[in-house]
């Protein structure tokens, strides 16, 4: 990345720089201009960027310079370790007051994300509440996830809908460079493909072991980047990729989870069974096609 032509970028700058650098970039007229763009009282990150990357292209000297002004690589993994931890937890408390708001609980603080939130609720007419975070399990594949909302039409079917805090999201249904495995070889591998497979797994599944019947799916992102209204994809009915996916678990699940021994027994699994099975869980809600791996009847 810092070697490409388009180094340095936006963001990846530091927000002060030694005086000795200033005035080295001020004793010659071809970087006094990169200069007086750090020394201006409003900062143009753009411009900056824009500057050096054409004072690198043409005087490839000054990179001694130039490396300066922008992040270390050790500061680079710094800064996306710190926004993956904050964007995670940001996600995290987003979902727990959506949870909150549904089931009528009193909250105190509110945000861009409960403010877009609730506008989007209001928009969700002939539907009402029926549960939230609703965890089901598929017994063939071993599969089991969270649901973040199920509402149900008056006619008793039922909608579902994936909370997501996830930035430009709406840029993420395309992957011209990368496709998923298996029998999914065919499409993008991206987030927004992957909250879509998701959510016709747990159709799937609602609609096997719950006998329930699902009319429509959604996800809504609140990321504060789509401004005051929420970003919805409807998402489609992928039954034949889905059970495509489903069987290939649950044929993964029978040679993984479960070897038979010669009484017609199962071997126990050495691991803890509640840690396999929080484990799996946890994957699970975050959309990880991992197999429940257990050995025996689980009991508490």
């Not at 310079?65 to 995290?92: V, Y």
């Not at 909250?107 to 007419?125: G, N, W």
């Not at 029998?183 to 747990?202: A, V």
Request: charge should be negative; proline fraction near 5%.
């Amino acid at each position: 990345m810092m070697k490409g032509s388009r180094w340095p970028r936006p963001g990846y700058l530091h927000d002060t720089v030694p005086i000795h650098v200033i005035t080295a970039l001020k004793s010659s007229h071809q970087t006094t201009m990169l200069a007086d763009a750090f020394l201006h009282p409003i900062c143009d990150e753009e411009e900056m960027c824009r500057l050096a990357q054409r004072l690198l292209a043409t005087c490839p000297e000054y990179r001694g310079l130039i490396f300066h002004l922008d992040l270390s690589p050790a500061e680079i993994k710094q800064k996306w370790d710190d926004h993956r931890i904050s964007a995670a937890n940001c996600g995290t408390w987003t979902h727990l007051a959506f949870e909150f708001h549904l089931n009528r609980c009193c909250l105190l603080e509110e945000s861009v994300e409960l403010r877009m939130f609730i506008k989007y609720l209001s928009t969700l007419d002939g539907l009402s509440a029926y549960r939230t975070e609703w965890t089901i399990y598929g017994e063939d594949g071993h599969l089991a996830g969270s649901i973040d909302f199920v509402a149900r039409t008056s006619s008793g079917d039922i909608v579902l809908f994936d909370w997501k805090r996830s930035k430009s999201l709406r840029s993420k249904h395309s992957n011209q460079f990368q496709t998923m495995l298996g029998p999914l070889q065919h499409l993008p591998d991206c987030g927004g493909w992957h909250d879509r497979i998701q959510l016709n797994c747990y159709n799937l599944l609602l609609e096997k072991y719950y006998g329930c019947n699902v009319t429509a799916m959604y996800v809504a992102c609140t990321h504060p980047d789509n401004s005051d209204k929420a970003f919805v994809d409807e998402v489609p009915n992928l039954y034949h990729e889905t059970l495509a996916v489903m069987q290939d678990q649950a044929s993964r699940a029978k040679e993984r989870a479960f070897l038979e021994d010669p009484a017609g027994g199962t071997h126990i699994s050495e691991a803890c069974r509640f840690t396999n099975v929080c484990l799996v869980y946890a994957l699970q809600s975050l959309g990880f096609p991992v197999p429940l791996v257990r050995s025996g009847p689980f009991q508490a």
